[in-house]
T-cell receptor
Framework: DQQVKQNSPSLSVQEGRISILNCDYT??????FLWYKKYPAEGPTFLIS?????DKNEDGRFTVFLNKSAKHLSLHIVPSQPGDSAVYFC????????????FGKGTKLTVNP | DVKVTQSSRYLVKRTGEKVFLECVQD?????MFWYRQDPGLGLRLIYF???????EKGDIPEGYSVSREKKERFSLILESASTNQTSMYLC???????????FGPGTRLLVL
C-alpha cells in the first residue's frame, strides 16, 4: 500500500513560469514532510521541508504548501529555471521519532528554455 | 557541509558473487540508511541503523544484510548477487531526532 503518492510521473513547464508538483499521503500519523531533488547519477539533495503545525514554508523560489485535511502537499517553484529540471521526491515522516522517511515515486520536472 | 561518500559509483558483478557496498559519513550522524532506487518505484528502504551494531529491516530486506561496526560506516552486503538486484543503491545519514536525511552520490550496480 503506497502511503505517499506522486500521481504525476512527469511535468513540463516553460522557463519563467510556475512549476507545481503535487503529493498525497494516506497515513494520518505523518507529521513532517520533505522534498528532495535528484539529478541523474547523483544522490537526492534536500530541498525544503514543512512540519504539520504549519501550512506553508518558503525558501527563495521554493514554497511548500500543506493541506492536512486533504492530506495533500505541493511544491511551487517560481520562476522555474532550466536547472530545476530533475526528479522531485516527496517524503514523509511519522510521529514517534522513528526518523524513517517514506518516499513517493517521484515526478520528473522538465523546464524548457 | 554534510558529506556522505559511497565506495563505488559504478559496479559490475556476476550472479552469485558476494557484494559489499560501503558508505561513510563525516558528520557524526547516529542514523544511517540504505535505499535502492528503481525506475517507477521511487526510493525503497532496505535497512537502517540507529547506532553502532544496531540494525533494523526496512521494506525490502530480502537478499541483503548490513554491518555497522563504527558510527561513521554502514555497509550493505549482497550475500549472493542476483540480476534482480541490479539497481541504484543510495546511502543516507541523519542526526538522531531529525528527519532530514543526507544522501551519498549512489552506486549503480549491474549484476550480470
Amino acid at each position: 500500500d503506497q502511503q505517499v503518492k506522486q500521481n504525476s510521473p512527469s511535468l513540463s513547464v516553460q522557463e519563467g513560469r510556475i512549476s507545481i508538483l503535487n503529493c498525497d499521503y494516506t497515513n494520518s500519523m505523518f507529521d513532517y514532510f520533505l522534498w528532495y531533488k535528484k539529478y541523474p547519477a547523483e544522490g537526492p539533495t534536500f530541498l525544503i521541508s514543512i512540519s504539520s503545525i504549519k501550512d506553508k514554508n518558503e525558501d527563495g523560489r521554493f514554497t511548500v504548501f500543506l493541506n492536512k485535511s486533504a492530506k495533500h502537499l505541493s511544491l511551487h517553484i517560481v520562476p522555474s529555471q532550466p536547472g530545476d529540471s530533475a526528479v522531485y521526491f516527496c517524503a514523509a515522516s511519522a510521529q514517534g521519532g522513528s526518523e524513517k522517511l517514506v518516499f513517493g515515486k517521484g515526478t520528473k520536472l522538465t523546464v524548457n528554455p | 557541509d554534510v558529506k556522505v561518500t559511497q565506495s563505488s559509483r559504478y559496479l559490475v558483478k556476476r550472479t552469485g558473487e558476494k557484494v559489499f557496498l560501503e558508505c561513510v559519513q563525516d558528520m557524526d550522524h547516529e542514523n544511517m540508511f540504505w535505499y535502492r532506487q528503481d525506475p517507477g518505484l521511487g526510493l525503497r528502504l532496505i535497512y537502517f541503523s540507529y547506532d553502532v551494531k544496531m540494525k533494523e529491516k526496512g521494506d525490502i530486506p530480502e537478499g541483503y544484510s548490513v554491518s555497522r561496526e563504527k558510527k561513521e560506516r554502514f555497509s550493505l552486503i549482497l550475500e549472493s548477487a542476483s540480476t534482480n538486484q541490479t539497481s541504484m543503491y543510495l546511502c543516507a545519514s541523519s542526526l538522531r531526532g531529525k528527519e532530514t536525511q543526507y544522501f551519498g552520490p549512489g552506486t549503480r550496480l549491474l549484476v550480470l
